[in-house]
């Protein structure tokens, strides 16, 4: 079947930028999201990329896509305490959406 | 406004209990879904309406039971539920319905469910 991986971890110091990567295997994707996942919480939907696009930038976010690698990667710059969650991010083509395992990002002071 | 409500946020209920979870969107969204994710894990697919029609079960038991009343909400009612259906169940919303995965779904911020 198709898959969506990331890395299970990441640790950063505050004020650093974060770099969150994922890699996925299915080549009719549309639509690339990432979503924020708090202790407890929902998923919160923070930024998403047509397929046809290589960057997308929002605030503090940017989001790469190299569709020819299938790659894509979150970057938050200036990271702050409140960013410590977990990242999932996700694929999605006419016929299914598949999220991967998640990356908990973890904000040092 | 971007938001999915959902009640309860929390709910502990014996395997013999019959009980409800709601979700509700006011933004004219046509697909609404219910997933399930268990802890460190990400969301699994349960079911998806599409113009209050079920389009999707992911061969879900049938001790989960969904119901979409009206394009603004959508139930899920549960009976004789085992330990293991401990989760969160999160519901989201998607704006046409036609193509569901082809949209940008918005979450709600989940019911964490406790079967004992």
């Known amino acids: 079947g198709e898959d969506v991986e990331q890395s299970l971890f990441l640790s950063v110091r505050e004020g650093d930028s974060s770099v969150i990567n994922c890699t996925y295997t299915d080549s009719s994707s549309t639509y690339l999201y990432w979503y924020k996942q708090e202790p407890g919480a929902g998923l919160q939907l923070l930024t998403y990329i047509f397929s046809n696009m290589d960057m997308k930038q929002d605030q503090r976010l940017t989001v790469l896509l190299n569709k020819k690698d299938k790659h894509l990667s979150l970057r938050i710059a200036d990271t702050q305490t409140g960013d410590s969650a977990i990242y999932f991010c996700a694929e999605s083509n006419n016929n299914d959406m598949r999220f991967g395992a998640g990356t908990r990002l973890t904000v040092k002071p | 406004d971007t938001e999915v409500t959902q009640t309860p946020k929390h709910l502990v209920m014996g395997m013999t209990n019959k009980k409800s979870l709601k979700c509700e969107q006011h933004?004219?969204?046509?697909?609404m879904y219910w997933y399930k994710q268990k802890a460190k894990k990400p969301p699994e697919l349960m079911f998806v309406y599409s113009y209050e029609k079920l389009s999707i079960n992911e061969s879900v038991p049938s001790r989960f039971s969904p119901e979409c009343p009206n394009s603004s909400l959508l139930n899920l009612h549960l009976h004789a539920l085992q330990p293991e259906d401990s989760a969160l169940y999160l519901c989201a919303s998607s704006a046409s319905g036609g193509s569901p995965y082809q949209e940008t779904q918005y979450f709600g911020p989940g019911t964490r469910l406790l079967v004992l």
């Open positions: 933004m004219g969204h046509r697909a």
